[in-house]
Nanobody, 122 residues
Framework: QVQLVESGGGLVQTGGSLRLSCAASGRTFSNNAMGWFRQAPGEEREFVAAITWSGRSTNYADSVKGRFTISTDNAKNTVYLQMNNLKPEDTAVYFC???????????????WGQGTQVTVAS
């Protein structure tokens, strides 16, 4: 069982930055994928970024490439999502998730955090 706790959300102006954190506890596997997803009101939950704990593999949604960076701190079992140049369309609840193998597919993630709200004011 893996427990995930997100933090770092909040209200920011357009063009601002936030860093989300996801602390993982329980069983973590060296080849686990860690992902960030987001869900806006009335929308499907969508993929944002993924990374392996080794950091060797990363992927981003086209909408966030060049603005968001996913990273890990293995010593702290924590995954980060640095979000720069935020836009109103980035407003959503952001979820951290863990999967056994590297994947970008939402349904293949087994464990989910409770989510953290990010609001970008125009």
């Amino acid at each position: 069982q893996v427990q995930l706790v997100e933090s770092g959300g909040g209200l920011v102006q357009t063009g601002g930055s936030l860093r989300l954190s996801c602390a993982a506890s329980g069983r973590t596997f060296s080849n686990n994928a860690m992902g960030w997803f987001r869900q806006a009101p009335g929308e499907e939950r969508e993929f944002v970024a993924a990374i392996t704990w080794s950091g060797r593999s990363t992927n981003y949604a086209d909408s966030v490439k060049g603005r968001f960076t996913i990273s890990t701190d293995n010593a702290k079992n924590t995954v980060y999502l640095q979000m720069n140049n935020l836009k109103p369309e980035d407003t959503a609840v952001y979820f951290c998730a863990a999967a056994r193998g590297y994947t970008l597919v939402r349904r293949e993630y087994e464990y989910w955090g409770q989510g953290t709200q990010v609001t970008v004011a125009s």
